[in-house]
Each structure stands twice: as C-alpha cells, then as structure tokens.
C-alpha cells in the first residue's frame, strides 16, 4: 500500500533562513506526490505536484520539491522563508484517493 | 470563479444527534470528496462521490454516510453522534477524477458535547 512518512511534526526556522520539510513515500509504482499548505481556520492549498514530469517541481510562494526515486523522497524547500509561511504542510501520495502524510507545522521567527 | 463552499462553518451538536454537512464544489466540477481532520487521527479520507454515485469509501462505520446530487453539490450526515466524531470536516472538489488536484474548502467544525 502506498503512504508518505513525514519526519518533524514541527519546525522552526528564522526569518530568512532555509526551510527544508521532509517526505519520504513508500510506493510500489511510480507515486502522484503533493504538497498542501493548511493556514490556522482553513482548508488545505495546493503548493505543488509530482506526476512525473520533472523530478524539481516548483510551486507556489517560492516553494519547491525534488523527486528522488534513490532515496523515495520528495522533500519541500524554500531558500528563504518568510513570516507569512507558519502553517502546517501536509505531503500526500495518491492512489484511489489522497492518503495524507501526519503533518508538520512550521514556525516562523523574527 | 468562486470556490468550494461548506455550509455550515460550525457547528455544536449532543451525543446521540445526527449532522448534515453540506459542500458546494467548484463549478464545472464533478468529484467530491470528504476527509475529517482530528488532531489525533490527522487527515483522513471519507468517501468520494462522482456522478452521484460514491466511488470510493474508508474505514468510517456506516453512521458516515454521503450523497450527490446532480448538480454535483454534496452532503455527509454523521447519525448517532460521538464524542470521538468533533473534528473538522473538509470536503475538495476535482474536475473528473481523484488524480486531478483537489480544491479544498474552509471545512465544517463540529463539536460534539
């Protein structure tokens, strides 16, 4: 069965600084891969998709994520994050339906 | 053009009651789906209706029930309410199938006293 593992249910960076969100898969066949963004009192965002198009996909806010098969991974990037990004991410695969990962929550300092 | 809409945003309801949540998908749009978030359990998936029919379904007991109706708008009625049930209830909407990207809405809070 096809799932995503999320490593860090909270990070905290600086304003500024790299944030790096980690997902590993775990898939028999090539996976459909997301990232969602859910602020505080919403629904979830799309920020991005892997459908094996291109292994660096970039998305939305200046977010991006690389597939690596080696490695089943599709870690979520940022070079510089601001404020505004504290949420909570979610990685998820999908086969018949989403299959989300547990989530991790990002902060943000000043 | 307006996005995923769900009625009613919250709600608080008894032990015992049963709830009607309602989702209005994107227009054009003919997949819906319905997941509870729970701090606990996380993101979970609930069932799919397409063309008024439920194409897939989770692990839910069958007090988790869904409809379609033709103009592609949704409801999920939770009977014989729990405590356990209090989470929020997220419906997304896609153009023709699952793999299409899904188009969340706000979300229903309910809370179960």
């Known amino acids: 069965a096809q799932s995503v593992t999320q490593l860090g249910s909270h990070v905290s960076v600086s304003e500024g600084a790299l944030v790096l969100l980690r997902c590993n898969y775990s898939?028999?066949?090539?996976?459909?891969l997301f990232w969602y963004v859910q602020y505080p009192n919403q629904g979830l965002q799309l920020l991005l998709k892997?459908?094996?198009?291109?292994?660096l996909v970039k998305g939305i806010n200046g977010f991006e994520a690389e597939f690596k098969k080696s490695e089943t991974s599709f870690h979520l990037t940022k070079p510089s994050a601001h404020m505004s990004d504290a949420a909570e991410y979610f990685c998820a695969v999908i086969t018949d339906k989403l299959i989300f990962g547990t989530g991790t929550r990002l902060q943000v300092f000043p | 053009k307006a996005g995923v809409t769900q009625t009613p945003r919250y709600l608080i309801k008894t032990r015992g009651q049963q709830v009607t949540l309602s989702c209005s998908p994107i227009s054009g749009h003919r997949s819906v789906s319905w997941y509870q978030q729970t701090p606990g359990q996380g993101l979970q998936f609930l069932f799919e209706?397409?063309?008024?029919?439920?194409?897939n379904k989770g692990n839910f007991p069958g007090r988790f029930s869904g409809r379609q109706f033709s103009n592609s708008r949704s409801e999920m009625n939770v009977s014989t309410l729990e405590l356990g049930d209090s989470a929020l209830y997220l419906c997304?909407?896609?153009?023709?199938?699952?793999?299409?990207?899904?188009?969340f809405g706000p979300g229903t809070r309910l809370t179960v006293l």
């Open positions: 892997y459908t094996s198009a291109a292994t």
């Open positions: 209706y397409f063309s008024e029919t439920q194409r």
């Open positions: 997304a909407s896609s153009l023709a199938d699952s793999f299409n990207e899904q188009f």
């Open positions: 898939s028999s066949v090539p996976p459909y």
